[in-house]
């Protein structure tokens, strides 16, 4: 079996937690250590991850450390596919490890595969510390009703075509030749460079015979303030690329929620009835939430500890959506 040289590139910032659990992964998993490029772009952490990283580069000649004062991730992206030496290029989270052989398993089937242009594993959510509120964000975030129609997050039994992977392997020039990632999309940018992927004529896979892992925020107010930072760059990224096949339906359901509970409200002002819109949609949605709640609750958390869950990942980034919609006027775009 032939083996080629390989980059890897991981974004980071303050990930003191998190980075040596993401690089030792690599190195472990089996694929041959001379052949692996790691390359950490730090956007000039504050906490101890660049004494981890330095530790490291002593121990391990293959990890490489770029400064990035922008401190912005596509920005941090881009500057390692410019400094990747190799022919493929595995997209990485600080916040992320890998199960063994990850690494070959994608490089087999993107090889094998007609037409892939890009594959990547199901993602597993993971918690640092097992608590009931950790474990109620980890079940959610692997829920349907959590995340909708995110394949990647709630997995497949067959290889499937995706609209994109969380941590995948691709060929370094094909990224290079569609212009790298979109710098002025601060989130999305994932997303809306694997549209422009598929854009070329080929498409992304999932790949069901391995997997990658991501530990999730693990209190309800870091899970909060992530999902409305993530759903605020929804409606800012389809008005800087000019284009709503930059996102998929998904993204902007919990922003359809929240309109539901707020117009009919203001309506009511004029016409009261409206109100009953109102509640019929927080009614169906409650009937949800709890159905669901109950559904998955386990020794490790409770209906509680769920509901909050929900209702914090939904409000957070419908909320964030709405924001970003007010935003719009104040962005310039691409």
Not at 34 to 56: Q, R
Not at 141 to 167: E, I
Not at 216 to 245: C, D, H, M, P
Not at 304 to 315: A, D
Request: hydrophobic share 40%.
């Amino acid at each position: 079996m032939e083996h080629l040289k390989i980059s890897v590139v991981i974004p980071c910032l303050n990930e003191e937690k998190h980075i040596e659990t993401c690089i030792r992964s690599i190195l472990n998993n089996g694929y041959p250590k001379e052949l692996l490029e790691i390359i950490v772009i730090d956007g000039i952490s504050t906490d101890k991850t660049l004494p981890i990283l330095k530790k490291m580069q002593s121990e391990f000649g293959q990890i490489e450390v770029l400064v990035n004062s922008k401190k912005i991730t596509p920005v941090s992206l881009n500057m390692g596919l410019k400094h990747a030496t190799s022919p493929y290029v595995l997209i990485a989270s600080a916040h992320s490890s890998f199960d063994p052989n990850y690494i070959q398993v994608l490089k087999d089937a993107l090889e094998n595969t007609k037409n892939a242009i890009g594959v990547g594993g199901p993602m597993k959510t993971l918690v640092k510390n097992e608590t009931a509120t950790s474990c109620a964000i980890q079940e959610i975030l692997q829920h349907r009703f959590g995340v909708g129609n995110s394949t990647f997050r709630t997995g497949s039994s067959d290889k499937v075509a995706v609209d994109t992977v969380p941590f995948g392997l691709y060929k370094t020039q094909s990224l290079l030749d569609v212009g790298g990632y979109n710098e002025k999309l601060v989130r999305n940018h994932d997303m809306e460079l694997s549209k422009r992927l598929s854009e070329k004529g080929g498409q992304i896979y999932l790949i069901p015979e391995t997997s990658c892992n991501y530990f999730a925020r693990e209190s309800y107010a870091q899970l909060a303030s992530n999902n409305y930072n993530n759903g605020k760059w929804n409606l800012l990224t389809v008005f800087i690329t000019r284009r709503f096949s930059s996102l998929s339906l998904r993204h902007f359901i919990p922003m359809l929620f929240v309109l539901s509970l707020i117009i009919p409200s203001f309506l009511s002002l004029l016409f009261f009835p409206f109100l009953y819109l109102t509640v019929v949609s927080l009614i169906m949605y409650l009937l949800g939430i709890i159905y669901f709640s109950f559904s998955i609750k386990s020794k490790k958390t409770s209906f509680l500890y769920l509901l909050v869950g929900f209702i914090s990942l939904h409000l957070s980034y419908g909320i964030g959506s709405l924001v970003g919609l007010f935003n719009i006027p104040f962005i310039k775009r691409s």
